[in-house]
């Protein structure tokens, strides 16, 4: 079984300095409303893959969600913006790199775990053959080698990718905070550019390497996410308006599927969706910060957006699950049974991962929060002032 799927934007907000942003622009809910919707893409993309649709809604659905891969696109850059946008200068690396696993490990384990039992019982085609490869993916280390990148759970490929962005964001943002404007508009113009170039490049590489789930080929999207929350905050410049912004980021969607330059693996389209995609991320968080939220800002969409990440890792999981019982694990169902059954999918992924969300995720996260260094030296650097 192929899919193609993320991760998860982190929950950062931070003040604005003195630029065109209100003093009070510290939260961004729109972008967590984001990863919902994000979600629900690449929740369609593999009920087309697993075929849960015959015949010619089945052609309709291909239609409208062949593209929905594109989602975890869009999880990498929400991932770079938001943290860049929640950067604290006075945060140390071993900090950083600690609030980063406690809100992504636990779950990712739990992840693997379940993805072996379903490998061991209903969906045997997506078992790990090997312990190298299982390895690797339980260390998120698997996307490195091509052949193993859905060992474990399949889902979990772009958690290696979110791995090493946060492995080598405290390095990024050394290198491009504080830089004039026209640096960081060449770095947004470099990152779509290798965007573009990344399956020539993987093509040619002297290693093997896979333009959709090699990490360091994945890092530009990511990087333009991070330059954007930037520019942002340090400069007045506002991006366009949602009703510009919604059209490109659809006309992104659609070109991703766009074909390569003639005799090379040069790929535009996916410059078009990635700067579609941080458009659209851009102009939300504007919206947010400018006080003028929009629809994803409500109550409903905010916690859909936190339990988001739990759903990601599940859902691949349950869609195969569910289908286990038909051959070869394909439906082919008429429209209205095939509605059904990805109902009945949707509701088991979402519950699952509300249980998870709740009962993992947000428990486990404050236990290892407890040994932040940073946290800790305050404690202590407290005491000391007190005596």
């Known amino acids: 079984m192929t899919i193609s799927t993320t991760m998860t934007a982190p929950r950062l907000a931070a003040a604005s300095p003195a630029s065109g942003l209100p003093p009070a622009a510290r939260h961004l809910p729109s972008l967590t409303g984001l990863r919902w919707l994000t979600a629900m893409l690449i929740f369609g993309h593999h009920i087309m893959a697993v075929e849960y649709f015959g015949g010619r809604a089945g052609d309709l659905w291909g239609f409208v969600f062949e593209a929905g891969k594109t ?90 990718c979110e791995a090493f962005f946060y492995l080598t964001f405290p390095l990024v943002i050394r290198l491009v905070a504080g830089r004039t404007t026209r640096v960081l508009w060449a770095v947004a113009a470099g990152a779509l550019l290798l965007v573009a170039l990344a399956p020539q490049i993987a093509a040619i590489a002297p290693v093997p390497m896979s333009a959709a789930s090699t990490p360091v080929l994945r890092l530009p999207e990511f990087v333009l996410g991070v330059v954007l929350a930037l520019v942002m905050k340090e400069t007045a410049w506002r991006p366009a308006p949602l009703r510009f912004a919604v059209p490109l980021a659809v006309l992104g969607y659609a070109l991703s599927e766009a074909p390569a330059l003639p005799g090379t693996e040069i790929r535009p389209g996916l410059a078009a969706t990635v700067g579609g995609f941080a458009l659209l991320v851009a102009s939300l968080a504007s919206a947010d910060a400018h006080r003028s939220s929009t629809f994803l800002a409500g109550a409903a969409w905010q916690e859909l957006g936190r339990l988001s990440f739990a759903f990601y890792l599940v859902h691949l999981l349950v869609i195969a699950s569910v289908s286990s019982a038909w051959p070869d694990g394909h439906p082919e169902l008429h429209w ?52």
């Open 336 to 387: 209205p049974r095939a509605v059904a059954l990805a109902a009945l999918a949707f509701m088991i992924s979402l519950g699952l991962g509300w249980l998870l969300h709740r009962g993992v995720e947000t428990r486990v996260q404050r236990v290892l929060l407890r040994f932040d260094p940073d946290r800790r030296g305050g404690a202590v650097a407290r005491r000391a002032a007190v005596r």
């Open 71 to 160: 989602g975890v696109t869009l999880f990498f850059i929400l991932s770079g913006f938001v943290l860049a946008w929640g950067h604290k200068p006075a945060q140390t690396a071993r900090s950083f790199w600690l609030h980063r696993a406690a809100r992504i490990y636990p779950l990712h384990v739990v992840g693997v775990v379940l993805a072996l039992v379903a490998a061991a019982t209903l969906v045997p085609e997506i078992r790990t053959d090997g312990l190298a490869p299982l390895g690797a993916n339980v260390l998120l280390l698997s996307g490195w080698v091509p052949d193993w990148w859905q060992a474990g759970n399949p889902a979990s490929w772009s958690l290696v």
